[in-house]
């Protein structure tokens, strides 16, 4: 029905940057919020960027200045820039969508999960 396709991911050095790359596609209603959780190994998962439908953001305090959560509504994606990389940035990545879809004669809302994605910042 519904899948989100991560993309972006990899190693970088400490300092550096990366773009994090989600789409979504199927048969989608309309998407309200996207955005991003990380989950780091023996860590809770933690959400790091939301965008809503209409364009508000937050932000997780740890990104704050060095990440920026941007959204394509033709192409049902979103993008997560990653500046000013560090050790502790390092974490599975992934992406989620609260989107709606037809069902029937009504409409059903539900949370969306992309695969993740690695990001590594280590030099």
């Known amino acids: 029905q519904v899948q989100l396709v991560e993309s972006g991911g990899g190693l970088v050095q400490p300092g550096g940057s990366l773009r994090l790359s989600c789409a979504a596609s199927g048969s989608i209603f309309s998407i309200y919020h996207m955005g991003w959780y990380r989950q780091a190994p023996g860590k809770q998962r933690e959400l790091v960027a939301r965008i809503t439908s209409g364009s508000s953001t937050n932000y997780a305090d740890s990104v704050k200045g060095r990440f920026t959560i941007s959204r394509d509504y033709a192409e049902n994606t979103v993008h997560l820039q990653m500046n000013s990389l560090k050790p502790e940035d390092t974490a599975v990545y992934s992406c989620?969508?609260?989107?709606?879809?037809?069902?029937?004669?009504?409409?059903?809302?539900?949370?969306?999960w992309g695969q993740g994605t690695q990001v590594t910042v280590s030099a």
């Open positions: 989620y969508a609260h989107i709606a879809i037809t069902q029937g004669v009504g409409i059903m809302t539900s949370d969306y």
